[in-house]
């Protein structure tokens, strides 16, 4: 095999490679062979059908399957040959592919970039800490409570907190405008999912009741033509619903599993997936920033592949939370690439860095940490030891679990040098701490 090597541009590389033809016509004759053995045709018996009769009916198939063989086999060869890594699959373009002449193509293609490490002696970390309290329980308690409620009629008028359906169409200029309609829609007072004004416009309404507000959308409303615009909405209320929540008592503990024990054994309940979540939630204030400086404090060129395949991984993970997709659903259309980008070029950024670490520091996942974290993520399930046994019964699950052992490992070997201060906090400052800015 002859190969040579051309940088173009960048992390972009060009191989040009030749395979002798002795190498393709004999694993096409080879391959023939074996096909003639089972071959069934009119007028001949299974394996006696003349050699030339295969090549004619079956030949053009072979060779096609041997060269694209031949073609993704030679170029890791010659990749590995060469020292170069990859990133990404290569773009093939052939030179020579006649019959009893030598293979001959051109692999364009991506490799990794080198990753100079920075001084990580400067980065300062914050490492929080927060108790559960027991205000923090009863408070996470109502919040479960309220996601059990249900809505009751009520014959007075509509306030904040109570549920409303209704009907409303709205109009700018005297003219209706898209996505301004609708009938039977459910609204909750002061959840401000509507635009400023819409549901204050509502509250002292009673059902069968007709009001018409005047709104002015946000300047950063997703509608062009609808930013910073005065507008009408025409609204009709069909019903007013009252919460009602659930009483504590066994109905409503046997919703979360819990059969026996009453308040207090579902208080600590409570508390105990309450720790498991600020555990968590810690680690990942002190993950996030580290790799933050990590980012910062680091330039990479990044490979296009790369941040191709991480684009398309986020994308399909948005369809995967929007559940099943419409017939003629268009992915790339409705969630184009600049959707993703930035994300993507951060996760790949990031992970290019982080596996320079790990190779600079001789890093590997602790079988113990990975052992750990397993048995953590088994607990929330009913059968733990069913989920311990499941995850090390299918490596890929396993090697999620020691990819994120191995970036734990990483914040741990970055913290070691680091400047870090601890600070204490309270539990709805670390798990909310938009509201806690309030």
Do not use: C
């Amino acid at each position: 095999m002859q190969v040579s090597i051309e940088s173009t541009s960048g992390l972009e590389r060009r191989l040009t490679i030749g395979v002798p033809a002795d190498t393709v016509e004999g694993e096409i004759e080879k391959r023939l062979k074996e096909a003639a053995k089972n071959i069934r045709l009119n007028g001949f018996r299974k394996g006696k059908v003349p050699m030339k009769v295969v090549k004619q009916r079956y030949g053009a198939g072979v060779r096609q399957e041997v060269v694209g063989e031949v073609i993704s086999r030679s170029f890791y060869e010659a990749a590995r040959k060469e020292d170069v890594k990859p990133a990404g699959q290569p773009s093939i373009q052939p030179k020579e592919m006649g019959e009893g002449k030598d293979l001959e193509f051109v692999a364009t293609f991506e490799v990794y970039p080198e990753v100079a490490l920075k001084d990580v002696d400067g980065f300062k970390v914050t490492r929080y800490s927060a108790d559960i309290t027991d205000q923090d329980v009863d408070n996470m308690i109502e919040v479960l409570r309220t996601q059990a409620a249900t809505w009751e009629e009520v014959d007075r008028a509509a306030k904040e907190g109570d549920q409303v359906n209704i009907d409303f169409t709205g109009t700018k200029d005297g003219e209706e405008f898209d996505g301004g309609k609708a009938s039977g829609h459910n609204l909750t007072l002061g959840s401000n999912s509507m635009i400023p004004g819409f549901e204050d416009g509502i509250v002292g309404m009673k059902a069968g009741e007709e009001k018409t507000i005047k709104v002015t959308f946000p300047d950063d409303y997703q509608a062009e033509e609808l930013k910073g615009a005065d507008a009408e909405f025409l609204i009709k209320v069909n019903t007013v619903s009252e919460q009602q929540l659930p009483e504590l008592k066994k109905p409503f503990f046997q919703q979360y599993g819990l059969e026996k024990g009453g308040i207090k054994a579902f208080q600590k309940e409570v508390k105990a997936n309450m720790e498991r979540e600020l555990k968590n939630a810690l680690k990942s204030k002190v993950k996030s920033q580290v790799m933050d400086q990590l980012i910062e404090s680091h330039e990479v060129e990044l490979p296009k592949a790369l941040v191709a395949n991480e684009v398309n991984v986020l994308r399909n993970q948005m369809m995967q939370r929007f559940g099943q997709q419409p017939k003629g659903f268009d992915a790339k259309s409705l969630l184009p690439d600049t959707m993703f980008e930035e994300d993507a070029k951060r996760r790949v950024s990031l992970g290019l860095i982080v596996g320079e670490v790990v190779k600079d520091a001789k890093l590997q996942a602790d079988p113990k940490s990975v052992k750990k974290m397993v048995e953590e993520i088994a607990t929330t399930y009913e059968d733990p030891q069913e989920v311990i046994d499941y995850y090390y019964g299918q490596r890929e699950l396993l090697a999620g679990v020691e990819s994120a052992v191995l970036e734990d490992q990483v914040v741990e070997h970055i913290l070691a040098k680091a400047e870090v201060s601890e600070e204490t906090s309270t539990y709805d400052e670390i798990m909310q701490p938009q509201k806690a800015e309030k």
